[in-house]
């Protein structure tokens, strides 16, 4: 009996004493949240509440949203992008309605200028080149060809046609040029022989404001001539315009 109230008494006293590694339990009192004296060396009763979580107040801003307010200024403009690339061809259009007529031009002027002359007698070389004067005018526009030195003066320039027609003599040469100018441009020739014959040469020239044309007789290096009489006109010469051009005019 004895033993075992000693055994309960020392249980007793083993529960009264805490475990060395547990804090102490402050025993709290209605007059600890009192600081202690100053100097007293005592420890704050808050002092084991230094690590209390700090508590911070959240406002949800979605439910104080106020009314909507004014539109802003607009502000500068941007800078211009890159340019992009070209679109495909879009669908033709509808036809439009027919325009007005416009106001009337001014009249073309129209520009001519011909001649055709003959020459009724025959003509022998001599020691020196001759133009072939011609005594009959079948159409000379404007006297553009003179008929004292047998040259057409251009008075309109452009493109012109060109045509000579000579009737040979028996048994001598036959030797011409059509000039430009000074310049030989193309020959009427025909050997001598037994039976005269009909020769011709055309061309077309282009020529400037105070240009001349005409035919010429080679000088005498062999016996050269043509024929006609005063019945007949076997010697022509021709020429007119067929485009003019805007030089001089």
Known sequence: MLGVLTLLSLSSLVALVPPPNVPPVLCRHCC??????EGSGEQSPTAGFNNVPEVRTYINMTILKGDKGERGDR?????????????????MGSKGSKGQAGLPGDPCKVQYSAFSVGRRKSLHSLESYQALVFDTVFVNLDDHFNMFDGKFLCQ??????????????????TYLHIMHNDTEQAIVYAQPSDRSIMQSQSLMLELKLKDEVWIRLYKRERENAIYSDDVDVYITFNGYLIKGSLEGN
Do not use: M
């Open 32 to 37: 600890d949240h009192l600081e202690p004296a």
């Open 75 to 91: 502000g500068t403009p941007g800078k211009a992008g890159q340019e992009g690339p070209p679109g495909s061809r879009g669908a």
């Open 156 to 173: 309109v320039p452009g493109i012109y046609f060109f045509n000579v027609n000579i009737h040979t003599w028996n048994f001598k040469e």
